[in-house]
C-alpha cells in the first residue's frame, strides 16, 4: 500500500515560515518525481513546485519563486517543501503527489496538510 503523509502546516503570520514534509511509503521513492500542488477554499488546486526523482531538477509556480524551496531526501522516502516570506493567499490545503518516472500523471496523492497565514 503506497502512502504519502504530509505533515509541517500550521497557522502562520504573513511573513513568517514553515517546512511542510511529506513522508512516502509502499513505493519505490528514488524513482518518482515529487511535487507539492495546493487548494484554497472555492479554487482549483494549482501546482506549486516540484523536484525529479534524482533531486537535480526543480520547477516551481510563479506564486512560489524566490520564496519557496523543495528539497527531496531519499534515504528517508521524504520530499519538503520550504515556505519563506509566506503571504495570506498562500492559505491552502498543501498535498503531496508521486509521479513515476517516465509517466505523464501523479498516480498517488496525500491527504493534505492546512496551511493558514494571517494578516
Known amino acids: 500500500q503506497v502512502l504519502l503523509v504530509e505533515s509541517g502546516g500550521g497557522l502562520v503570520q504573513t511573513g513568517g515560515s514553515l517546512r511542510l514534509s511529506c513522508a512516502a511509503s509502499?513505493?519505490?521513492?528514488?524513482?518518482?518525481?515529487m511535487a507539492w500542488f495546493r487548494q484554497a477554499p472555492g479554487k482549483e488546486r494549482e501546482f506549486v513546485a516540484r523536484?525529479?526523482?534524482?533531486?537535480?531538477?526543480?520547477i516551481f509556480a510563479d506564486s512560489a519563486k524566490g520564496r519557496f524551496t523543495i528539497s527531496r531526501d531519499n534515504a528517508k522516502n521524504t520530499v519538503y517543501l520550504q515556505m519563506d516570506s509566506l503571504k495570506p493567499e498562500d492559505t491552502a490545503v498543501y498535498s503531496c503527489?508521486?509521479?513515476?518516472?517516465?509517466?505523464?500523471?501523479?498516480?498517488?496523492w496525500g491527504q493534505g496538510t492546512q496551511v493558514t497565514v494571517s494578516s
Open positions: 523536484v525529479t526523482w534524482s533531486g537535480d531538477s526543480t
Open positions: 509502499g513505493l519505490p521513492f528514488s524513482l518518482y518525481t
Open positions: 503527489a508521486a509521479q513515476l518516472k517516465g509517466t505523464a500523471q501523479y498516480g498517488y
